[in-house]
Nanobody, 125 residues
């Protein structure tokens, strides 16, 4: 079993930055991809960013391109989401997730196998 624990959420003013981290523990951890998703009030969870564990290829949803950066530390089993130039519309609960089956559909929440508990990000105007 794999456990994912997020940290780094909080309250920040518009234009500010936050760094989210996700640490994985448990059985030998070797995912195909690690993703960050976010859930807005009253909405379903949606894709924000993903990084391939081997190779480091990244993909972002359009609304965060140029502002968010996803990175990983394979040795520490950690993935980080650096969020800059934050906007009030980024306010959401952010979740990290691990995909271990290699489905190829890394922007789809239901393709992921393990999830963290979520961390609240609030951006004030």
């Amino acid at each position: 079993q794999v456990q994912l624990v997020e940290s780094g959420g909080g309250l920040v003013q518009a234009g500010g930055s936050l760094r989210l981290a996700c640490a994985a523990s448990g059985r030998t951890f070797s995912p195909y991809a690690m993703g960050w998703f976010r859930q807005f009030p009253g909405k379903e969870r949606e894709f924000a960013a993903v990084i391939m564990w081997s190779g480091g290829t990244t993909t972002y949803t359009d609304s965060v391109k140029g502002r968010f950066t996803i990175s990983r530390d394979n040795a520490k089993n950690t993935v980080v989401l650096q969020m800059n130039s934050l906007k009030p519309e980024d306010t959401a609960v952010y979740y990290c997730a691990a995909e271990v089956r290699g489905s190829g559909y890394y922007t789809r929440p239901h393709e992921y196998d393990y999830w963290g508990q979520g961390t609240q990000v609030t951006v004030s105007s």
